[in-house]
């Protein structure tokens, strides 16, 4: 089944400076490629996504990449604020079928 | 957008005792839902999905008679967690893929089980 790596599990940054999160996949057949923020206790919130047809995606200040032949992904912040320090998820799937999380990323924004 | 409501919220619970958790697709029908299970500090892992009008698939290492899922209708998927004890206690959440217009999985607000 897919297995997805997170990459580093741990990331503190000065506020303004760019944060990048890498995840890797493992099931070549996955379409749908997630980037979420959770604060504690609370449900995970969509940030961004790109599907497989699509190499980049910018939103703002955040921005995805993705590299099907390498399978991997990364999330891209830059001008960092405080109110970005959270726990950052890439996942997986074949959509519509089960989604698989990373490990998790804890940003820190230092003002 | 899609929303999935869950409830309760929290709960507290006695060892030995058995606990439902809803979840609900409001606007949209779900035909498959997900069951996802977070430890303080990790990810979300997934537990099971579940099928309206049939059984449900488990991950590998849940078991399937502790944690009894149901997805009787096409807008609602209960997780019951029979006879809890302590190491129970965690965030479940659930999910369901959005079959309308919103392209994504949509997750319901979680549930926080205490088992005491």
């Known amino acids: 089944g897919e297995n997805v790596e997170q990459h580093p599990s741990t990331l503190s940054v000065q506020e303004g400076d760019s944060a990048v999160i890498k995840c890797t996949y493992s099931?070549?057949?996955?379409?749908?490629f997630p980037w979420y923020k959770q604060e504690l206790g609370k449900r995970p919130q969509l940030i961004i996504d790109?599907?497989?047809?699509?190499g980049e995606k910018k939103d703002q200040r955040i921005a995805v990449t993705l590299n099907k032949t390498a399978k991997h992904f990364s999330l891209h912040i830059t001008e960092t604020q405080p109110e970005d320090s959270a726990v950052y998820f890439c996942a997986a799937s074949i959509t519509p079928y089960k989604l698989i999380f990373g490990a998790g990323t804890r940003l820190a924004v230092h003002p | 957008g899609a929303v999935v409501s869950q409830h309760p919220s929290w709960v507290i619970c006695k060892s030995g005792t058995s606990v439902k958790i809803e979840c609900r697709s409001l606007d949209f029908q779900a035909t498959t839902m997900f069951w996802y299970r977070q430890f303080p500090k990790q990810s979300l892992m997934l537990m099971a999905t579940s099928n309206e009008g049939s059984k449900a698939t488990y991950e590998q290492g849940v078991e399937k008679d502790k944690f009894l899922i149901n997805h009787a209708s096409l807008t609602l998927s209960t997780l019951t967690v029979t006879s809890a004890h302590p190491e129970d206690s965690s965030f479940y959440i659930c999910s369901a893929w959005d079959t309308g217009f919103n392209y994504g999985y949509t997750f319901g607000s979680g549930t926080r089980l205490t088992v005491v």
């Open positions: 790109i599907r497989s047809n699509v």
């Open positions: 099931d070549s057949a996955s379409n749908y």
